[in-house]
């Protein structure tokens, strides 16, 4: 039982960070179609500044507000100088530009940092709450806390604010959008800088726990793919679930297989899922008359 | 009110509209007529920004309005209910009625949403549901109410009445008949002429891309050529 509740609450820890990075890819997705692949980038960038700017004695607070700073203007960058300029390119040339800039940032990160592996220290100290028997880093709760929060956040601007609704009318339909008179190029770009900001606050939550380097973008920005592709790719409820259910499942898989193949296991369970339903858990199909 | 100079543009190399000249006073509803492909929604289009034209001028309320992104000539009072409605469907009616007034800053907003329910009581009904749902000729008066809702001194109408049963047509033309009554500058584009012209003080003719009649509309109406091409007798 505390086995179980152990692999649940790191499967869940892990799971909050594939859901961040979902919500980012599905945040740009909804406000300009594009799926960017530079999204695990902004995650790298949130711990990597965060560990350089603490290592070169800046307090950890404010050094984990400069590296959400740093992502949201790199984030802005990202759309003004490589998407925003192929306005009205097929949707596959602007991923393979997203690749090309996620390549770019790794190789920046290299020059500007180095190759290393680096960690933060815990928020709270490292001293393990038990929790039924189950031993519970506090960071967890760090991390769980802090993607609630986003999420919420993230939730009433979407639902509540004339701004979130102008975002999901640039989604719906862009021309309309233009016609009632929303700036869609103002909406793609906090739609950036907004992921940016999302991406870098779950790398600087996750870097107590799992490290950090240049390249670790690469593979968040896969599992967080197949996270908003396993919730429904555009549904906010879905990055969210898929994120969470990506964690459990490779938490599960490397505690009760084998950790060798957790990523193959995690993997298997989306490719089966996709084959049935398509859309994924929470895709909606299009309701629409003409 | 508006006055168009000389309009070039279209879709890449293709050139849907080869010069075109037209004016529309204040207080006016004006009638843009012709056929499938002649350019009318093309047209329409470039008014609001969101088609690029090639050459020419714009000028509404004294300004020059062809270099303004969209957003910009919506906040100067022009605004559109486009070809094929254009609703946000997974939004909800009321939503989509809000987002009609996105650049509005004052106090009215509300009052106005109430107004567009009175005219249009069957949205009323529907205001909590998603607008994707609705009939054709709900989201018709929706995308009319949602331009409404933008408080224009001309409102840009493109084929309001298409695909609606006659019931609908002469509904959707009362109220523009009703919009026109409140004071609001009206350029209607129409494949259904007679009803058009039926309504409109002046009307042009667009064929390939060029004004080839222009007139007050009775004119237009008893003008043999019109009658035959576009009114379907002669």
């Not at chain 1, 039982?1 to 152990?6: A, D, V």
């Not at chain 1, 820890?13 to 890819?25: D, N, P, R, S």
């Not at chain 1, 590296?67 to 390119?89: C, D, E, F, M, T």
């Amino acid at each position: 039982m505390s086995e179980l509740l152990q692999f649940f609450v790191s499967g869940l820890t892990v799971g909050a960070v594939y859901a961040l990075v979902a919500l980012g890819f599905t945040l740009v997705y909804h406000a300009s179609e594009v799926v960017n692949f530079a999204q695990g980038e902004f995650v790298m960038l949130g711990g990597m500044v965060t560990v350089f700017a603490y290592a070169a004695g800046v307090p950890l607070p404010l050094a984990a507000l400069l590296a959400v700073l740093v992502a949201i203007v790199v984030g802005l960058l990202l759309y003004w100088l490589a998407i925003a300029p192929a306005r009205g390119a097929t949707a596959v040339s602007l991923i393979i530009i997203t690749i090309g800039a996620s390549i770019l940032l790794r190789g920046a990160a290299q020059i500007v940092f180095d190759k290393q592996f680096h960690k933060l220290p815990a928020f709270s100290g490292d001293t393990p709450v038990d929790l039924f028997g189950a031993a519970i880093q506090p960071q967890s709760f760090w991390v769980l806390g802090g993607a609630a929060l986003l999420v919420l956040l993230l939730y009433y601007v979407m639902e509540r604010t004339l701004l979130g609704k102008a975002v999901m009318a640039t989604a719906a339909n862009r021309l309309a959008a233009r016609l009632v008179g929303v700036n869609v190029a103002t909406i793609m770009a906090l739609a950036f800088g907004g992921s940016a900001a999302i991406g870098a606050v779950a790398g600087i939550l996750i870097t107590p726990i799992t490290l950090t380097s240049y390249d670790v973008g690469t593979l968040l920005a896969l599992k967080g793919f197949a996270a908003a592709m396993l919730g429904g790719m555009g549904s906010p409820l879905g990055a969210v679930v898929g994120g969470l259910l990506l964690g459990l499942l490779e938490a599960f898989g490397a505690g009760y297989i084998s950790s060798t193949y957790k990523d193959a296991i995690a993997f298997i369970v989306i490719l089966a899922v996709l084959f049935v339903a398509p859309q994924g858990l929470f895709g909606r199909r299009a309701v629409e008359r003409v | 009110m508006l006055e168009v100079v000389d309009l070039h543009g279209g879709y890449g190399r293709i050139e849907v509209l080869k010069g075109i000249n037209l004016k529309v006073s204040a207080g006016e509803v004006v009638a843009l007529i012709g056929s499938n492909g002649a350019g009318k929604t093309t047209l329409l289009r470039a008014l609001s920004g969101v088609q690029p034209i090639s050459a020419g001028q714009m000028q509404f309320m004294g300004e020059r309005i062809d270099r303004l992104p969209s957003h910009q000539r919506v906040a100067r009072g022009m605004t559109q209910s486009p070809e094929g409605r254009q609703i946000f469907g997974p939004l909800s009616v009321d939503d989509n009625l809000r987002l009609g007034a996105y650049l509005r800053r004052d106090d009215g907003i509300e009052a106005d949403r109430e107004r567009i329910y009175a005219m249009f009581p069957v949205l009323k009904d529907k205001r909590h549901q998603p607008a994707g749902g609705l009939s054709g000729g709900q989201q018709q008066m929706l995308a009319i109410g949602r331009a409404l809702m933008g408080k224009p001194k001309l409102l840009l109408l493109d084929e309001p009445s298409l695909g609606l049963s006659p019931i609908l047509v002469d509904q959707i033309l009362a109220a523009v008949t009703a919009l026109r009554q409140a004071g609001i500058t009206i350029l209607l584009v129409e494949q259904n002429a007679a009803a058009a012209l039926e309504i409109a003080d002046r009307g042009y003719v667009i064929e390939t891309g060029r004004i080839v009649h222009a007139g007050p509309a009775s004119d237009l109406l008893s003008d043999p050529k019109v009658k035959s091409a576009y009114l379907g007798f002669d």
